[in-house]
């Protein structure tokens, strides 16, 4: 039996699957599997390219091994067990703490890479997943603090044994980034990547026009996009209440954890949808406006070039940055 919460990581996947299909002349090769707890589908329009395709889904498992913090020997759990000491690790792993780093900074302590603990505490990929104690996650909310990872040459350490790395939040953005590095480099200039709803398009389809991407509709259990853009060698990226969450006692709990209070962010925000140039970026960004609220999201949004953003507010409402409908073709059903 699948858990409402597994139906629910399926939908981005969908959606973007039932506006994409039928989009080009030339039959496309595809490709899915299950990384990161979530489901990433590629899809390209040479079929001669199936070892390049293949290869993107080792690129997948390198990077699960890498970052996951649920692999005993990966980087990220090897950090953990070892902190306060140092530990070696993968160009990749730097790269990925450095860029979470930078999204600590950018709000301000909102996005921060060291809520491990807190986040498991939380356990929403549990089948049965509970409020816990509020000891608990005073415990763990007071060990969240960016400034505790050091990073040293190849080395990184975390100073606080209490705290816990976990690089969910960007991980599957710098992972579609990188599949999209490699392909571009074997001559691949057109297909789509989707990273459990971070979906990234190589180019333009084959035909030259934009990919329709399409945004969910919070809760809606049918794939039916509340809106979608259209967008060229971009990336969308969504972060959304609905994407993992359970209920007690009549309250809905969801996975955007705020590091401050140990509680899901409760200001009044459904998602918030990034369009931009990589995928890294659009996780962080995501996140990060979520974290941020309306206001201060957007302020961000807009101080940034060459990306825009859709805030969906508790009562449906779309709020689009400037560009939408104008520099990014924006469709609302």
């Known amino acids: ?3 409402e919460n597994r139906i629910l990581k399926l939908l981005p996947f969908l959606l973007v699957s039932l506006i994409f299909s039928g989009c080009s002349r030339k039959e496309p090769i595809h490709k899915s599997g299950f990384y990161f707890d979530t489901i990433i589908s590629i899809t390209l329009y040479d079929p001669s390219k199936t070892a390049e395709l293949e290869h993107c889904f080792t690129l997948a498992q390198q990077y699960e091994n890498y970052f996951s913090t649920s692999k005993p020997d990966s980087d990220v759990s090897q950090i953990n067990a070892a902190a306060p000491h140092p530990v070696q ?10 860029k979470g780093l930078s999204y600590a900074a950018i709000s301000n302590g909102k996005f921060d890479i060291t809520i491990g603990k807190l986040a498991r505490l939380w356990d929403f990929q549990s089948e049965t997943p509970t409020v816990p104690n509020a000891e608990e996650i005073a415990k763990a909310a007071a060990a969240v603090d960016d400034r505790k990872v050091i990073v040293n040459g190849n080395e990184v350490t975390l100073t606080d044994p209490d705290a816990a790395l976990d690089l969910g ?8 980034d990188k599949m999209k590095e490699y392909l571009l480099s074997k001559g691949i200039t057109s297909g789509l990547i989707n990273l459990g709803g971070n979906v990234l398009a190589i180019g333009a389809k084959e035909d030259g026009s934009a990919y329709a991407i399409g945004i969910q509709k919070p809760f809606d259990e049918t794939g039916t996009p509340i809106a979608s853009v259209s ?39 459904l998602s918030v949808t990034v369009i931009c140039d990589n995928s890294v970026d659009g996780d962080g960004l995501s996140t990060s406006c979520f974290a941020l609220g309306l206001e ?15 805030f969906i507010t508790s009562d449906e409402k779309l709020h689009g940055s400037s560009g939408i409908g ?6 609302q059903p």
């Open 231 to 269: 967008i060229k060698d971009q990336t969308v990226v969504t972060s959304g209440v609905y994407e993992r969450y359970f209920e007690q006692n009549g309250i809905r709990y969801h996975h955007i954890l705020d590091p401050d209070t140990g509680y899901p962010y409760d200001h009044g925000l």
């Open 326 to 331: 104008t520099d990014i073709p924006f469709r």
């Open 169 to 176: 939040g960007i991980a599957k953005g710098y992972i579609a």
């Open 89 to 98: 690790v993968h160009k990749e792993t730097l790269e990925l703490i450095q």
């Open 1 to 3: 039996m699948i858990s």
């Open 296 to 310: 201060k999201g957007m302020e961000l949004i807009e101080s940034l070039e060459g990306t825009e953003a859709i």
